[in-house]
């Protein structure tokens, strides 16, 4: 029986509640607090759990966060805001000496940048005040990292090579829409490729290096090279990888607007003058598009999310691929959401309950693959996303997936 405190009421916040609210067992208590207290509200409209409430936070403001934390007390607090607020909720965390974890690196206002140091540089002082802080347990980062974990723990000696791939094949009938917080979607695609390679990281333009991949129960979809924050903690935590490079589709449709987008300058990121205000181009952008949480209704079709690798055991090369599809329509019928926020809160309420239930312990800052990955895998089914595994030849697997 835990209390949890969970930031952020945006379409991942709405998964995690709805997630948590029904293991009661583990959650006996939930509260429920972002910038606008009324998205937390309407989240909890709809919510059937005998002691959730709601509240009003600028997270932002570590103080903010401290004192919420002192008043309300959780064992653990979930933060699925934005990545700008990553710092401040680590550091009221660690002045209340309570559990911590998200679902996406911290990033800086004015730069896009997707790594990992300002975190981990928290490590020795959560590990002092023996508190456990979880970062990245979305599904990518989050499962990505327990899939490569699992791989590794089981099935080989040593992993040489690892792609990551990403597919969307779903269509929610907008001609323009991101389906997480535009702000960090647009900046996560626009930054310069990279991947990592014999020992170093090779940079691209964006956008330039792509193929068509084959996904399970999809077929081939046109697959873009990006960069991705968790081959940053991946390269490191994994160190006979060769090779680790990050994938994700894109329709013609999205890139096009993007680009017109990009070219008019509305992705920008840096902060301009208009008519007197101060604005940023981009979050005025986030501000005409729709909400993701809103385009679950008609959303149809799946995603497909998954690890290949390549690596040698007993001395053999082996190929294997795990991953996991989910269907838009079925997780907006069951708790009102579309899959990619669907795919993000339900590990992220998965890694806090084996926090709380002690089956993850640590005491500092953690990424998900370097925890034990078969407390996740085996409960990660049971609360919505089955996941599936495969072994190939090396020849099927060039076949079928062009990857190499
Ligand atoms: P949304 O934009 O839908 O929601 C963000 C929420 O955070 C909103 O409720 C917003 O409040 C709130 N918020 C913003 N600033 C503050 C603040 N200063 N204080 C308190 N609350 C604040 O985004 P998503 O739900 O789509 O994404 C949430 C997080 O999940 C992001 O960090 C995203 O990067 C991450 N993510 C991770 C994935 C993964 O697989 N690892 C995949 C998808 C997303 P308001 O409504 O007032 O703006």
Not at 105 to 125: G, I, M, T
Not at 173 to 186: R, S
Not at 271 to 291: D, M, R
Request: proline share 5%; with cysteine.
């Amino acid at each position: 029986m835990a209390k949890v405190l969970i930031i952020g009421a945006g379409g991942v916040g709405n998964v995690v509640a709805q997630k948590c609210a029904q293991v009661q067992s583990v959650f006996s208590e939930i509260l429920l607090a972002s910038r606008t207290r009324e998205k937390c509200d309407a989240i909890a409209s709809t919510i059937t759990h005998p002691a959730f409430s709601t509240a009003q936070v600028d997270a932002d403001q570590a103080s903010e966060v401290a004192a919420l934390i002192r008043d309300f007390q959780p064992d653990m607090v979930i933060n699925v805001a934005l990545p700008y607020q990553d710092l401040p909720i680590m550091d009221a965390c660690l002045e209340t000496g309570v559990h911590y974890l998200d679902t996406a690196n911290y990033e800086p206002l004015h730069e896009a940048k997707f790594e990992y140091k300002w975190q981990w540089d928290y490590h020795d002082r959560y590990k002092q005040a023996g508190i456990m802080a979880v970062l990245g347990c979305g599904f990518d980062p989050g499962v990505t990292g327990v899939f490569t974990a699992y791989a590794q723990k089981h099935y080989f000696d040593e992993i040489h090579t690892l792609d990551i791939v990403d597919c969307n094949a779903g269509d929610h009938g907008q001609p323009f829409a991101t389906n997480f917080n535009p702000e960090i979607n647009i900046r996560e695609i626009t930054q310069r490729g990279r991947y990592y390679e014999q020992g170093r990281w090779i940079e691209t333009e964006p956008l330039t290096v792509h193929r068509p991949i084959h996904y399970p129960e999809i077929g081939a979809r046109e697959s873009y090279l990006l960069y991705h924050e968790e081959l940053e903690s991946l390269v490191k935590h994994f160190p006979t990888l060769k090779s680790a490079r990050f994938w994700m589709t894109f329709s013609e449709n999205y890139i096009n607007h993007l680009r017109v987008l990009e070219n008019v300058g509305l992705t920008r990121i840096d902060t301009i003058e208009f008519e007197g205000q101060q604005i940023v181009p981009l979050k005025f952008l986030k501000a005409v598009l729709p909400e993701p949480s809103s385009l679950g209704e008609n959303y149809e079709g799946k995603t497909s999310i998954g690890c290949h690798i390549q690596g040698i055991k007993n001395g053999r090369p082996r190929s294997y691929y795990i991953y996991n599809n989910c269907d838009h329509a079925a997780t907006y019928r069951e708790i009102g959401a579309q899959a990619i926020s669907y795919t993000t809160g339900v590990p992220a309420m998965l890694g806090a309950l084996l926090v709380l239930t002690g089956e993850w312990q640590g005491k500092g800052v953690f990424n998900v693959e370097q925890l034990n990955p078969d407390p996740f895998l085996e409960k990660l089914g049971e609360y919505g996303l089955p996941w599936h595994e495969q072994f190939d030849t090396v020849e099927q697997y060039i076949k079928s997936y062009s990857l190499v």
